[in-house]
């Protein structure tokens, strides 16, 4: 097992841009200043987030994807061939609209406001997709110079790239969404060697579609469109082993969530139904499950995870700035531990804080606090 494999503190990505970047955005979507003047702004922002982890005591750490407007950027920002327009908060702020905190929001990802980039939206592609900028490894090259603890990489899944992908009219460029695939898993392959030849030891990979499998309406609109919800996930489970395969030595992560947008949501459903299947037949090292509230379901599905498999409990909710207490996350951990041993767990934020640009409904003054929790567990449960 890698030293990575089993560190019991997690981060999933995203941290809530501080005010000066939000301006700094604002500024660069308005013409006002231009991409040099931002990415200074950038630099220093990812610089303190850095610290601010490193100082509560994180075990691994991430840039707090502060360059992208999305988590879903590092292919959509990274790829071309789709036919796409470069987004701007504004576009992100209009696909928000008509949603309530804390209630379920259906994005309207087939009609949207306008053309932005693609993933966040699905749109079709005009010629073979290639990559035109490796975001992930602009972000790890300048975050490494300043890390003295580990730092990981995310990047979005074949599943959720597939999902967001307009077959019906792309059909000319791939007849088949096999094809389609290939091509997505041979990019991300690059993007994956590129940061372990820079250096990285760790990648996780963002697989919000997977509760796609458990959730009625997303089962529903799979149907509509013509999709085999059951071909569907084979296809993506069989994509995300042949994106990590043959990197020795990386640990590799794989993220699932319900939707995380200015503290909204978009699905439901336990993990009961793929939770065999997901455990088993995926070859990563660690699985970040969201796992605070009741839409997740009960820690029963982690009776299926092999020996030397770790589940990451995200019991810290990153939607809301109440804080969770040590011994009310010792008690969820030791009900977790009844389906799994205890050295097979570990702990972090159910999701990122800001998994859009415009972030959570909570203080960074919150974050801050919710990431000491988990270090405080942590260090109670396994010393």
């Keep these: 097992m890698n030293s990575l494999d089993s560190i019991r503190t997690d981060v999933v990505g995203s941290l809530l841009r501080p005010q000066a970047l939000k301006?700094?955005?604002?500024?660069?979507?308005?013409?006002?200043?231009?991409?040099?003047?931002?990415?200074?702004?950038?630099?220093?922002a990812v610089r303190d987030a850095i610290a601010m982890q490193e100082a509560i005591g994180?075990?691994?750490?991430?840039?707090g994807e502060f360059r992208r407007l999305n988590f879903q950027d590092s292919f959509g920002e990274s790829v071309g061939g789709y036919d796409s327009a470069p987004a701007t908060l504004k576009l992100?702020?209009?696909?928000?609209?008509?949603?309530?905190?804390?209630?379920?929001?259906?994005?309207?990802?087939?009609?949207?406001?306008?053309?932005?980039?693609p993933v966040v939206q699905r749109q079709r592609v005009i010629e073979r997709i290639f990559l035109k900028r490796n975001l992930p490894l602009e972000e790890y090259r300048f975050a490494a110079r300043?890390?003295?603890?580990?730092l990981k990489v995310s990047l979005i899944g074949p599943d959720r790239i597939a999902q967001r992908f307009d077959h019906r009219n792309s059909t000319a460029i791939y007849p088949t969404v096999d094809a389609f695939v290939a091509d997505v898993v041979r990019i991300e392959r690059h993007i994956v060697q590129s940061l372990v030849d820079a250096g990285c030891r760790y990648v996780h990979i963002d697989a919000p579609?997977?509760?796609?499998?458990?959730d009625g309406p997303s089962l529903d609109a799979m149907r509509r469109r013509g999709e085999d919800p059951a071909e569907n996930f084979t296809?993506?489970?069989?994509?995300?082993?042949?994106?990590?395969?043959?990197?020795?030595?990386?640990?590799?992560?794989?993220?699932?969530?319900?939707?995380?947008?200015?503290?909204?949501?978009?699905?439901?459903?336990?993990?009961?139904?793929?939770a065999e299947r997901l455990f088993n037949e995926l070859n990563h090292q660690r699985f970040l499950l969201e796992y605070d509230t009741p839409r997740a379901g009960s820690f029963?599905?982690?009776?299926?995870?092999?020996?030397?498999?770790?589940?990451?409990?995200?019991?810290?909710t990153t939607k809301l700035p109440e804080l969770e207490t040590v011994d009310s996350l010792k008690r969820r951990i030791d009900e977790?531990?009844?389906?799994?041993?205890?050295?097979?767990?570990?702990?972090?934020?159910?999701?990122?804080?800001?998994?859009?640009?415009?972030?959570?409904?909570?203080?960074?003054?919150d974050q801050r606090r919710k990431l000491e929790v988990v270090v405080e567990t942590a260090r109670q449960v396994w010393g």
């Excluded at 994005?107 to 980039?117: C, M, N, Q, R, V």
């Excluded at 300043?146 to 580990?150: E, I, L, V, Y």
């Excluded at 579609?209 to 458990?214: F, I, L, S």
């Excluded at 977790?336 to 959570?360: H, K, V």
Aim: net charge negative; glycine share 10%; charged share 25%.
């Design 58 to 63: 994180l075990e691994v750490i991430s840039d």
């Design 336 to 365: 977790a531990s009844r389906y799994i041993p205890l050295e097979q767990l570990a702990l972090s934020p159910q999701c990122g804080f800001a998994s859009e640009f415009a972030g959570n409904l909570i203080s960074e003054d």
């Design 92 to 117: 992100h702020e209009a696909r928000a609209a008509g949603g309530k905190p804390l209630s379920r929001h259906d994005l309207p990802f087939d009609h949207e406001p306008a053309k932005g980039t």
């Design 300 to 316: 029963e599905p982690l009776r299926f995870v092999p020996k030397g498999k770790v589940i990451v409990l995200g019991l810290v």
């Design 209 to 214: 579609g997977y509760t796609a499998y458990v």
């Design 235 to 274: 296809r993506s489970l069989r994509a995300d082993n042949e994106l990590i395969a043959g990197f020795d030595g990386i640990t590799f992560g794989l993220h699932l969530c319900r939707g995380n947008q200015r503290s909204m949501w978009h699905r439901e459903g336990a993990y009961d139904s793929i």
């Design 23 to 44: 301006a700094a955005r604002t500024q660069f979507d308005e013409g006002r200043i231009n991409r040099e003047e931002l990415a200074k702004i950038e630099d220093a």
């Design 146 to 150: 300043h890390a003295h603890r580990p």
